[in-house]
């Protein structure tokens, strides 16, 4: 009851805004707009006043004429049976319309003109910002139909920042890519020629040398052939438009057959692997030639940098997903390393100086497989253990 009663005030607040709102904004017109406005108020408003003594005249002509003029006006009066009483009435009816006619059509003139000073202000901020001052936009704070259309320029300046900001981001990547590809082919591409040029050069040489410079060529050049490989896999993932294929698959057993593949190189690091899994009989949905990349690179890392002794595989069922992990008790990855271990061709310093082999693309692949499971990836990693840690959304299974 209270809301029906404070409704008709809640309608006059809003007028009351309205009418504030344009108020303001045509105090924001420069001193030459206003006069316009007010000249040509005057002009409409005059003539409005020279049609309505015109349409009086007229009026009067026709039912008061003069002695020496024709009766016809009598005639019009007794054929209408208008009585002068009844002419007072439609004078002062005539002249409400027309004044409310006047206040309506002047209205209609100085908003039509406003709006072309509106109009005339959006172009010349288009015109700043098709200058190139992209970071310009155009006030939304005008009225009516000008108001929808600088939200829409505004909106169509931002889609257009946004496209050459990407253009602009894939542009860099683009580099990037091709910077770090020649970094990291150039030095066993270097160490290739170089054997071989002593192979080809030297008139002496032993065949035990000649094995030993062959077989260093040799694996120098599975070395490209990795980087070659996994920059190939990384960008067909960064583009793959097929569906995958998931299947619900038992985690023990997928991690069984993971640690069997590794257990010969874990063995040679003196590094036990280790299996958790709560509840046993846990199915993970997931695609199963993807996720043994997964965990071949998490695993392969762990074995090349983390001189551990004990590397754990676990998986869990938590809320609605699961939870898949890989520890080691390897040393503690410092944190400036951690926040870039999933940037594309990033390794640390330690095995950019080292000897041992990478492309540093292992860990961006894993990510972009685990975003294709619509899942996320994060790493933790204290002086006692690191945890590369994924979820996977899902309805979890269990048989």
């Known amino acids: 009851m209270v809301k029906k009663l404070l409704k008709p005030f809640g309608v006059l607040d809003t007028k009351y805004q309205k009418i504030k709102h344009k108020w303001k904004r045509l105090k924001a017109l420069d001193k030459k707009q206003l006069n316009h406005l007010v000249v040509e108020g005057l002009i409409t408003l005059t003539a409005i006043l020279f049609i309505y003594f015109g349409c009086l005249f007229l009026f009067n002509k026709l039912l008061f004429p003069l002695p020496n003029e024709p009766f016809y006006a009598l005639h019009l009066r007794q054929v209408f049976g208008i009585t002068h009483q009844m002419i007072g009435v439609y004078r002062q009816i005539f002249t409400v319309v027309m004044i409310l006619g006047a206040i309506w059509f002047t209205y209609w003139r100085l908003s039509r003109r406003y709006r072309q000073y509106e109009l005339s202000h959006i172009l010349e901020e288009l015109d700043y910002?098709?200058?190139?001052?992209?970071?310009?936009?155009?006030?939304?704070?005008?009225?009516?139909?000008?108001?929808?259309?600088?939200?829409?320029?505004?909106?169509?300046?931002?889609?257009?920042?946004?496209?050459?900001?990407?253009?602009?981001?894939?542009?860099?990547?683009k580099n990037e890519l091709i910077t770090n590809v020649s970094h990291d082919i150039r030095t066993p591409l270097t160490s290739i020629i170089g054997y071989l040029s002593l192979i080809e050069e030297s008139d002496e040489i032993d065949e035990?040398?000649?094995?030993?410079?062959?077989?260093?060529?040799?694996?120098?050049?599975?070395?490209?052939?990795?980087?070659?490989?996994?920059?190939?896999?990384?960008?067909?993932?960064?583009?793959?438009?097929?569906?995958?294929?998931?299947?619900?698959?038992?985690?023990?057993?997928?991690?069984?057959?993971?640690?069997?593949?590794?257990?010969?190189?874990?063995?040679?690091?003196?590094?036990?692997?280790?299996?958790?899994?709560?509840?046993?009989?846990?199915?993970?949905?997931?695609?199963?030639?993807?996720?043994?990349?997964?965990?071949?690179?998490?695993?392969?890392?762990?074995?090349?940098?983390?001189?551990?002794?004990?590397?754990?595989?676990?998986?869990?069922?938590?809320?609605?997903?699961?939870?898949?992990?890989?520890?080691?008790?390897?040393?503690?990855?410092?944190?400036?390393?951690?926040?870039?271990?999933?940037?594309?061709?990033?390794?640390?310093?330690?095995?950019?100086?080292?000897?041992?082999?990478?492309?540093?693309?292992?860990?961006?692949?894993?990510?972009?497989?685990?975003?294709?499971?619509?899942?996320?990836?994060?790493?933790?990693?204290?002086?006692?253990?690191?945890?590369?840690?994924?979820?996977?959304?899902?309805?979890?299974?269990?048989?």
Not at 309 to 335: P, W
Not at 348 to 368: F, K, M, P, T, Y
Request: aromatic fraction near 8%; proline fraction near 2%.
């Open 129 to 173: 910002i098709a200058s190139g001052n992209y970071h310009h936009r155009i006030s939304e704070d005008l009225l009516g139909r000008m108001r929808k259309v600088a939200i829409s320029i505004n909106k169509l300046v931002d889609s257009t920042v946004s496209a050459m900001e990407e253009e602009r981001h894939i542009e860099q990547t």
């Open 208 to 399: 035990e040398e000649l094995k030993q410079y062959v077989h260093v060529a040799y694996m120098k050049s599975l070395q490209m052939k990795r980087l070659a490989d996994n920059l190939f896999d990384y960008i067909k993932m960064q583009d793959y438009k097929e569906e995958w294929q998931y299947q619900h698959i038992p985690i023990k057993n997928f991690l069984t057959q993971i640690v069997v593949e590794n257990e010969l190189e874990a063995l040679e690091k003196d590094m036990t692997i280790d299996i958790d899994v709560t509840p046993p009989n846990l199915l993970v949905q997931m695609n199963g030639e993807q996720m043994v990349r997964v965990y071949d690179n998490l695993i392969s890392n762990a074995l090349k940098y983390s001189q551990a002794k004990r590397l754990q595989l676990t998986a869990r069922q938590e809320n609605n997903g699961v939870i898949l992990e890989v520890k080691n008790d390897g040393q503690m990855i410092d944190s400036d390393v951690m926040n870039k271990l999933f940037v594309r061709f990033y390794r640390g310093d330690q095995s950019r100086s080292s000897q041992i082999s990478g492309s540093g693309l292992g860990l961006a692949i894993v990510e972009s497989i685990i975003l294709h499971h619509q899942g996320h990836i994060d790493v933790y990693s204290t002086p006692s253990e690191t945890v590369f840690r994924i979820w996977l959304p899902q309805t979890v299974v269990t048989k």
